[in-house]
């Protein structure tokens, strides 16, 4: 393929997600240059631009010959971007400002899913000045309290009693202001899924399911993080399962984004309870899941950046995504402390000792002088492949034993689950 038939690319982001999607992205004969804006610590093409300055990104854009943007985080998705290059040739892969409300607001996606017959828990919306008492004090605080707007993955606490209950809703209100508003729902218990595909509003191409581990802690035990592992395919979504949240969830959705006239060319990511009555929506994303990403594209053997193009003119859904027979394990490296207090500007040391088919995602890293630091919560990915769940997680820990920085943090039980269920074979 020549030049002249190949895209120069902005993915915009700076965490383990971008990483991933730059790595798969580089393998297409289609992609030409690929700049990351910002980027992290690994990721190749890095370029200090503002993508909150839409009129410095376009001039970027135009400076670069760029004709496709790939917005990574729901924070630019959320504020428009794809809204303020509607008069431009550049093409932003992303759904606009109200389709994105599926993720920024939670109230307009239960009030959606509830509107199209979406399979999902019951729930009420409530603002700071109204009383909960009787909705908790009928769940016995068996709730799910989620903050209406967008809070890095932080803003959802599983409560388990009304005196918990009564915390979190504090807890709201110091970080968000006295009337902030947020819905509680009935708690749903069972497994978590992740299914996550591209569409262009009228079909979806799905990748594999997945299965993040949210929790800090062994056990899926502490404070909800932005994610500290997942593996794929999930042994939990059978063909049956699968089917019923087609069925239940996945059409009821594109039908009502049909109906509402939402312009979605993006990714759309569905957040699933498999309970004993079937599967139920817990929530949309509206861009790839992080760390879900590192493990959906490395199982990928059709063309991403194919599968991108192809929601804009039209054709998501005529030609299936093809992927490797083999699971896919991520584990997370965290820094001490997260997901609350924690410190930066770490030595990272050990990652020219991984060994050859192991993947390394940057997440919170940064380049100083040469050297590898940490700059965030979430630090690295180590992804390893293999036909047996189990040898793959075993591979990702082996690994982790040649990495070091202060206060390295992580989760000892990826893929528990699926060993509870039946030993992660095919």
């Known amino acids: 393929m020549t030049a002249e038939t190949t895209l120069n690319i902005a993915v915009i982001g700076s965490g383990g997600r971008e990483h991933a999607l730059v790595w798969k992205l580089r393998q297409s004969a289609k992609a030409g240059r690929i700049y990351v804006l910002p980027g992290n610590g690994g990721t190749p093409g890095n370029m200090n631009v503002d993508a909150g300055d839409v009129e410095a990104l376009e001039r970027f854009c135009r400076e670069k010959d760029i004709s496709l943007i790939i917005v990574g985080p729901e924070i630019p998705l959320a504020n428009g971007i794809v809204d303020a290059f509607n008069h431009s040739d550049i093409r932003v892969f992303g759904p606009d400002r109200e389709a994105a409300k599926l993720e920024s607001s939670k109230i307009r996606a239960k009030k959606f899913m509830k509107k199209y017959g979406v399979a999902t828990a019951p729930f009420r919306a409530f603002s700071g000045e109204e009383d909960p008492s009787g909705y908790l004090d009928k769940a016995n605080g068996n709730v799910v309290i989620k903050y209406d707007g967008l809070a890095a993955g932080k803003g959802v606490y599983v409560c388990s009693s009304v005196p918990e209950a009564r915390s979190a809703l504090r807890d709201i209100r ?74 239940t969830i996945i059409l009821p959705t594109l039908n009502g984004i049909g109906k509402e006239g939402l312009r979605y060319r993006g990714v759309l990511y569905f957040g699933i309870m498999l309970t004993e009555e079937g599967p139920r929506l817990l929530e949309y994303n509206v861009r790839f899941g992080d760390p879900e990403t590192e493990v959906i594209l490395p199982a990928l053997k059709s063309d991403l950046l194919e599968m991108i193009l192809s929601v804009f003119d039209g054709t998501a859904g005529e030609k299936e995504a093809e992927f490797s027979d083999e699971y896919v394990a991520d584990v997370v490296l965290t820094s001490g402390g997260y997901p609350g207090a924690y410190e930066k500007g770490k030595v990272i040391s050990g990652l020219d000792k991984l060994s050859p088919g192991t993947l390394c995602f940057h997440a919170g890293t940064r380049r100083e002088d040469g050297t590898l630091l940490t700059a965030g919560g979430r630090v690295l990915n180590i992804v390893c492949r293999h036909r047996d769940l189990r040898k793959a997680v075993e591979n990702c820990y082996r690994e982790i034993a040649k990495i070091t920085f202060d206060n390295m943090a992580f989760r000892r039980d990826i893929a528990h689950r699926a060993f509870e269920r039946r030993g992660g074979k095919r």
């Open 174 to 247: 110091e970080k968000y202001g006295e009337n902030a508003e947020y819905l509680i729902e009935n708690k749903l218990r069972g497994e978590e899924l992740s299914v996550i595909g591209v569409t262009d509003g009228k079909s979806i191409n799905c990748f594999l399911p997945s299965q993040d581990h949210k929790a800090a802690y062994e056990g899926d035990r502490g404070p909800n993080t932005g994610g500290m592992g997942a593996y794929s395919p999930a042994p939990a979504a059978t063909e049956s399962v699968l089917n019923a949240i087609d069925e």
